[in-house]
């Protein structure tokens, strides 16, 4: 969005945001696929715009990119050994070179100047944008007149039209998700993203409480628990009081051994989260 101000002295206020009414959303051939509860003085396919309104408000929607950063080494490194992207916020003048740019340049458009909106017009307009988005209306009759004209086209092959169809319906109802997967993909992926950086931080975190104590994390292979025992062997065996023989002889099986072969014991595998 973008907001006109100027700077001068004295500011005038932007024309208000009118009544809400049903802005007709139109296909290419000017059939009406649904409505847009906006003000009536805003405009639906402004140009490039998706949206615009009064006070040089103007809503573009752009593919979703999103970036992560951490002050933490250790993550940092995990972030850089998987290949996952990592960068700091550094302005909005370089979120607008790096990431906006690029894909106005590949629309035909570029930048002639930046500029700050106000605070209460952005906001106000926020709101618009998401009610209308949340409670887009969708023509049921465009959706039958479109299923007509293809059995119309397609009826000297009727395995053939059938198939299409299909792909028309779905092609259809995924233009129908269109508005609110876009909201719903900005959540998902900050929701993903914390998810991933928790589960590293745990794993980062009990990798180095391990070390501290000098111990291993292992998996006993009968009964799938897991177990905190002193670090230095390369096999552990356990038995079903959950007592362990370390090892660090490939070849040794406490099974064998005149000393334990009165228990049953069970390899335990050593974890690495």
Same mark, same amino acid.
């Given at each position: ?133 949340? /409670?887009?209306?969708?023509?049921? #009759?465009? !959706? %039958?007149?479109?299923?007509? =004209?293809?059995?119309?086209?397609? $009826? ?53 409480? /391990?070390?501290?104590?000098?111990? #291993?994390? !292992? %998996?006993?292979?009968?009964? =799938?628990?897991?177990?905190?025992? $002193? ?43």
């Amino acid at each position: 969005m973008s907001g006109d101000n100027e700077g001068k002295s004295t500011q005038v206020r932007p024309e208000p945001n009118g009544r809400l009414v049903l802005h007709k959303l139109l296909d290419n051939q000017f059939m009406e696929m649904g409505r847009l509860p906006l003000p009536e003085n805003w405009i639906l396919n402004n140009g490039k715009a998706a949206m615009s309104g009064p006070g040089n408000v103007n809503v573009f929607m752009l593919p979703l990119k999103t970036f992560t950063f951490s002050n933490d080494p250790m993550m940092r490194e995990v972030y850089r050994q998987s290949g996952a992207p990592m960068r700091p916020f550094y302005s909005m003048d370089q979120v607008v070179q790096e990431d906006l740019m690029p894909t106005a340049r590949q629309e035909g458009s570029q930048l002639v100047r930046q500029y700050d909106a106000p605070e209460d017009r952005y906001e106000e307009s926020k709101g618009v944008v998401l009610n209308a988005l949340a /409670n887009v209306q969708y023509n049921p #009759e465009y !959706v %039958r007149a479109y299923n007509q =004209g293809e059995m119309a086209r397609e $009826q000297s092959s009727w395995a053939g039209h059938q198939q299409r169809m299909q792909a028309n319906k779905a092609a259809f109802e995924a233009q129908q998700r269109t508005f609110h997967e876009k909201n719903d993909a900005i959540n998902a992926s900050i929701a993903a993203t914390y998810a991933q950086n928790s589960a590293t931080s745990d794993r980062i975190h009990h990798r180095s409480m /391990n070390a501290i104590k000098e111990e #291993e994390t !292992v %998996r006993n292979t009968a009964d =799938g628990q897991r177990y905190q025992v $002193q670090a230095g062997a390369t096999r552990y065996w356990m038995n079903d009081s959950g007592q362990y023989v370390p090892s660090n002889d490939p070849n040794y099986d406490p099974n064998r051994d005149p000393r334990f072969n009165h228990q049953q014991w069970k390899k335990a595998d050593i974890e690495n989260p």
